[in-house]
């Protein structure tokens, strides 16, 4: 489904984007097409729907609303990020060459390394945070550059638009996992990505109710090559999980607000706490890339990471365990904080001496600020650090 550009405010185009009232009952908002097939007038002569794999009704108007509010032309929605992921994979073949940044959430490297370097395709770890680790690694056989930013865990900034024009005129694509940003933050595709995508189970969705993946673009041959990946392979998300998501996004706007305002005021308390050692959050002036923060993206989010003084993995468990507000699991992007250790959790299929030479360490706490007051979580995390 594509859906051009509309002129509007984020939080309008969140609220309207992708939703006309229901053509048979004004309903408001788009019904639950919960049916596996559509009867035809005749063979070959139906309404534009033959099968549920190939497309859904309420499918359709969550990828329209999805590529509006990516600045794109389409949308694709699949069954997980990873499913996501693995669509654009398989756009290549042996011999192919892919550079990716070295701090990526453990399952898109698992993913990388365990499944499709074995099928003969060659994988370039780099430090994306300088542009110049790219070009250094580009030669003719590259057909993807596959970019985080801020990456999973240490919001480490790539330069996009720096990125995008090393590749001017190369035929690798270049595509971008902005499930961090979110398109309320940063918009890829405008500073001249490719494709990009969102593990919408985050912020996308909001509620921690949906698991589900997005692939946005602006190119018709881009999206009838991954279209037509996602019919044959056939990972798409269920009616009822897209309906969650077009009500989730309807606020997320409003939502990305105040986790950014958690984001900054609990990244600053915990750098000025004196059991705290290292705070990664792109707000600081001092962070690496800060001013590329500054220009691709409208605030810094609700993600941090930290280390504690004391850099023992008990003491970062004893923190992880010990929260109230915060609660201990895996994901992010929820209303709700979450509070989780990377070594232990999240990127413990990355090899520990990976982890270690991209500080990754046991002392290593990733949050993910809500939407609850301030207060209450900076008041939370001081008495889990006291313990």
């Known amino acids: 489904m594509s859906n051009e550009k509309k002129p509007a405010g984020f939080s309008t185009l969140a609220v309207h984007a992708g939703i006309e009232p229901d053509a048979s009952t004004g309903a408001i908002m788009t019904p639950v097409y919960m049916t596996s097939t559509y009867v035809q007038e005749g063979i070959g002569k139906h ?57 990526l959430y453990g399952g898109t490297r698992r993913l990388f390394s365990t499944h499709y370097a074995p099928l003969g395709i060659q994988f370039h770890f780099v430090d994306t945070q300088n542009a110049a680790n790219v070009s250094a690694h580009l030669n003719e056989r590259t057909r993807l550059v596959w970019l985080e930013t801020p990456t999973n865990p240490l919001l480490r900034i790539s330069d996009i638009s720096a990125i995008a024009s090393i590749l001017n005129g190369h035929p690798a694509r270049l595509a971008v996992d902005n499930t961090f940003a979110t398109p309320a933050l940063q918009n890829p595709l405008i ?59 309807k606020t997320l706007g409003i939502r990305v607000r105040q986790h950014c305002e958690n984001g900054r005021n609990v990244a600053n308390w915990l ?102 007051d301030t207060e209450d979580l900076i008041a939370d995390l001081a008495q889990a650090i006291d313990a």
């Not at 108007?61 to 600045?71: H, I």
């Not at 018709?220 to 056939?234: M, P």
Request: net charge negative; proline share 4%; glycine share 10%.
């Open 47 to 103: 309404k534009g729907y033959e099968y549920s794999r190939s497309s859904n009704p309420t499918r359709d108007a969550l990828e329209a609303a999805l590529a509006a509010l990516e600045g794109g032309k389409h949308g694709l929605a699949f069954s997980s990020g990873l499913a996501a992921i693995d669509a654009v994979l398989m756009t290549l073949k042996p011999g192919d060459e892919v550079i990716a940044g070295d701090d």
């Open 191 to 249: 500073q001249g990505a490719d494709i990009v995508m969102h593990s919408v189970t985050k912020y996308l969705g909001g509620h921690s109710d949906v698991v589900m993946g997005a692939l946005m673009s602006k190119e018709d041959a881009v999206d009838a090559e991954l279209r037509t990946i996602q019919n044959n392979v056939g990972a798409i998300p269920g009616p009822m999980d897209c309906f969650l998501v077009l009500r989730g996004i």
């Open 271 to 372: 750098k000025a706490n004196p059991k705290v050692d290292k705070v990664y959050w792109p707000g600081f002036d001092s962070f690496p890339n800060h001013d590329v923060a500054s220009r691709q993206m409208k605030d810094f989010g609700g993600m941090i990471s930290f280390t504690l003084a004391d850099d023992s993995l008990a003491a970062s468990r004893k923190v992880c365990e010990s929260t109230k507000i915060f609660a201990l699991a895996e994901s992010l992007g929820g209303v709700e904080s979450l509070i989780e250790h990377p070594a232990l959790m999240t990127h413990a299929s990355v090899p520990a001496e990976q982890r270690a030479a991209l500080g990754i360490n046991d002392s290593l706490i990733r949050l993910s600020c809500g939407i609850e």
